[in-house]
Nanobody, 120 residues
Framework: QVQLAESGGGLVQPGGSLRLSCAASGRIFSINTMGWFRQAPGKQRELVAIITSGRSANYAESVKGRFTISRDNAKNTVYLQMNSTKPEDTAVYYC??????????????WGQGTQVTVSS
């Protein structure tokens, strides 16, 4: 069984920084794309950033230049460095990964979500 565990959420003042982490565990053979999504109250879940196994990254326009996604393949972990935060970044952040297991199945897995609140 594969699990994704997020950490690093919390309260941050506007303009501040926060770093989210998400570690995948279980019978993992390899991980393709990893990403971060977010869902604000009353809104649909949206893509924040995504990174391939070769570390090629793409970002939502709303976070370009402020957020940085990275990954440590040896640790099966993806990170989201959030700088210059804004109140509109407030949401539950979910990590996501496309994973091949040792049973030769490929599936998309989700973390449980971590709350990020940007407020003074």
């Amino acid at each position: 069984q594969v699990q994704l565990a997020e950490s690093g959420g919390g309260l941050v003042q506007p303009g501040g920084s926060l770093r989210l982490s998400c570690a995948a565990s279980g019978r993992i053979f390899s991980i393709n794309t990893m990403g971060w999504f977010r869902q604000a109250p009353g809104k649909q879940r949206e893509l924040v950033a995504i990174i391939t196994s070769g570390r090629s990254a793409n970002y939502a326009e709303s976070v370009k230049g402020r957020f940085t996604i990275s990954r440590d393949n040896a640790k099966n972990t993806v990170y989201l460095q959030m700088n210059s935060t804004k109140p509109e970044d407030t949401a539950v952040y979910y990590c996501n990964a496309e994973i091949w297991t040792y049973s030769w199945s490929r599936s998309t897995y989700w973390g449980q979500g971590t709350q990020v609140t940007v407020s003074s």
